[in-house]
């Protein structure tokens, strides 16, 4: 048991029947769940289960009800059976009576009297002898004789017979089929009482003795018994009823052996029903009580279990009230503490809350002043607001006029553009037939003393530092190519384009750009043009007089950067003067600095400070 000390094992025990009963929950939950899904299937075989209960419970009800019907028609039939053979006693009797009427009648004689000869008819026995005197008249003499002294003779033998015999010859004996009554016969009026016994004088005594002995006997005769075709007849409707009863009973029998069977069947398929039940049930039991062993199994383990982790728990407990003791005396020091401290702190707090009442108050003295002072400021920026906007509304005005301004400019810089190209071009062209001349007058020699005179010069200006690379084994092309590629060197500052740029914007800048670029090259060909001329020129002559006078209209306009001069011969000048091109437009600013201006914004609003920086630049 020293793995179950620990309590951890415990809590995994715990843990792990606490994960079976949450199982247990979701099966009992998937549970009534497909039960309340199977709600409608079930309320339909409930309603037929109960249908078949009713059905079933009828057809046993309509099964006793046959079987006593069956009963009740096998007691009719009986009774039928019984009725029949009485009716058919009667019809014996109705046939005796017609029979024994019809002899009466034969005796009668229709009202003649009676017959001379007198029969005594006997049934059943030996009649004695008769006799009878001749002389004796053959009428009675008076009618009490008749009725006294020969009643005997004149009642009927079957009738007296009957009276003899009793219940025995009215069907009430063994013979009778077992009928249920028996119906006297009729008696006529002159028919004498019948003796029941044998000790009574018989009809022969007394025929004996009312006559005189002296009496002749005439015959006797002895006839069969009239009764014979009346049993025989009892004896056949007795043995048909006997058939009758005994099918009766067979079927009566043979209805009990199905109804016997039947029951028998149901007992059987009962007792296999209850006997499954039982099984089940036995099953059932014994998983039950297997289950129970181990729970009580498990149950006792857990018991051990927790009566361990109830002893640690209780040893634990011991030691925690030891420290909840020393915890409570610890928080009584520590409420005292805190009592102090509250007390102080409220002291503190009030003092402070004082002081802050007091710098609230001032603090709502300064908003106060703040206020009034932002009024007074809000009234003043009001009024530097509106004139700001008024100043804005004229600067917006001023530059669009500037605006305008500076697209006349932008139109002015392309046709100083077309006009420079146009100079330089034509330039181009003198230059290179100065060049030609040279080569082909001065030769090599003359050529780099002319390189070496105008490097001396002061004045020559950017020119580059050495002449064309040219070659005695050069062709033409060749010759004339190296010449264009060192004229047109020309150096190009683009430190100058974003300045330009931010004083007149993107493509106006650009375009002045050009335009500088443009005089600068055309100013370094003067210079280059003039020094060439002075080198060839200093050899005298006519040609170079003429030549020298052309640059130096070219070098005056040059060096000042002011003005530029073409000529397509030495009869034709054309001097650009700045007053009447540019400088008259406003647009030839000259050499101007334009690092002074960079920082000048023209978006900023203030139109006057870049009408100044512009005119500082100009100046």
């Known amino acids: 048991m020293s793995d179950f000390d620990e309590p951890e ?215 069969p018994n009239e009764r014979a075709d009346a049993l025989v007849l009892m004896v056949e409707s007795l043995s048909s009823q006997l058939e009758e009863h005994k099918n009766l009973s067979k079927q009566h029998i043979q209805t009990v052996i199905d109804e016997f069977k039947e029951r028998e069947s149901t007992f059987i398929s009962r007792i296999n029903d209850d006997q499954s039940t039982i099984d089940n049930l036995t099953d059932r039991c014994n998983t039950v009580e297997k289950r129970w062993r181990d729970s009580v199994h498990h149950e006792k383990a857990a018991i051990q279990k927790l009566q361990v982790a109830e002893r640690i728990h209780a040893e634990r407990q011991v030691s925690h009230k030891e420290d909840i003791a020393n915890l409570h005396n610890e928080r009584g020091e520590l409420a005292r503490e805190l009592d102090k401290f509250r007390k102080n702190l409220q002291s503190h707090s009030a003092a402070g809350h004082r002081n802050l009442l007091q710098q609230v108050s001032e603090r709502e003295k300064d908003v106060h002043t703040l206020r009034e002072q932002y009024k007074e400021l809000q009234t003043v920026y009001d009024s530097k607001l509106q004139s700001l906007e008024h100043k804005l509304r004229q600067s917006r005005e001023k530059f669009k006029s500037l605006e305008e301004r500076r697209k006349v400019e932008i139109a002015a810089f392309q046709k100083d553009i077309g006009f420079f190209k146009n100079n330089i071009r034509q330039l181009e062209r003198e230059l290179m037939n100065k060049k030609k001349d040279e080569i082909g007058n001065a030769g090599t020699n003359r050529s780099r003393s002319a390189s070496a005179a105008v490097a001396s010069s002061p004045s020559a200006g950017p020119t580059t530092p050495s002449g064309p690379r040219l070659t005695d084994d050069m062709t033409e092309a060749q010759r004339n190519a190296s010449i264009v590629s060192h004229i047109t060197d020309f150096d190009y500052n683009p430190s100058q384009i974003p300045a330009n740029e931010d004083f007149y914007g993107g493509l106006a800048g650009q375009l002045n750009s050009d335009v500088h670029n443009l005089k600068s090259r055309v100013a370094n060909l003067a210079k280059e043009v003039g020094s060439e001329v002075g080198v060839v020129g200093g050899g005298g002559g006519k040609t170079g007089g003429r030549k020298k006078g052309k640059a130096t209209v070219l070098s005056e306009y040059g060096e000042s950067g002011a003005a530029a001069s073409t000529s397509t011969n030495s009869n034709r000048r054309r001097v650009v003067e700045p007053s009447s091109t540019s400088m008259r437009r406003g647009t030839y600013f000259g050499a101007v600095d334009m690092s002074k201006i960079k920082d000048v914004d023209i978006t900023s609003g203030t139109d006057a400070k870049v009408i100044n920086a512009w005119l500082s630049a100009k100046k």
């Open 9 to 223: 094992d415990l809590n995994s025990l715990v843990a792990f029947y606490r994960k079976q009963c949450e199982n247990n929950e979701k099966q009992i939950a998937d549970l009534v769940q497909s039960i309340s899904d199977l709600d409608p299937a079930y309320e339909e075989l409930s309603k037929t289960r109960l249908e078949a209960e009713k059905k079933t419970s009828e057809i046993t009800r309509l099964h006793t009800y046959a079987s006593g019907l069956n009963s009740a028609i096998i007691e009719e039939k009986e009774k039928s059976l019984s009725l029949q053979g009485e009716v058919e006693r009667l019809k014996v009797v109705e046939m005796e009576l017609s029979k024994e009427n019809s002899s009466l009648l034969d005796k009668i004689g229709g009202g003649r009297g009676i017959t001379r000869e007198e029969v005594t008819f006997y049934r059943d026995c030996r009649p004695e002898r008769l006799r009878r005197h001749q002389s004796q008249p053959n009428f009675p003499d008076s009618p009490s004789r008749i009725n006294s002294a020969d009643a005997s003779t004149l009642a009927s033998p079957a009738r007296s017979m009957r009276g003899r015999l009793g219940p025995q010859a009215n069907g009430g004996g063994r013979g009778g089929g077992g009928l249920t009554s028996s119906v006297p016969a009729p008696s006529t009026p002159g028919s004498a009482p019948s003796t029941p016994t044998r000790s009574k004088r018989t009809p022969v005594h007394h025929a004996h003795t009312a006559h005189n002995t002296s009496r002749q006997v005439l015959r006797t005769v002895y006839l």
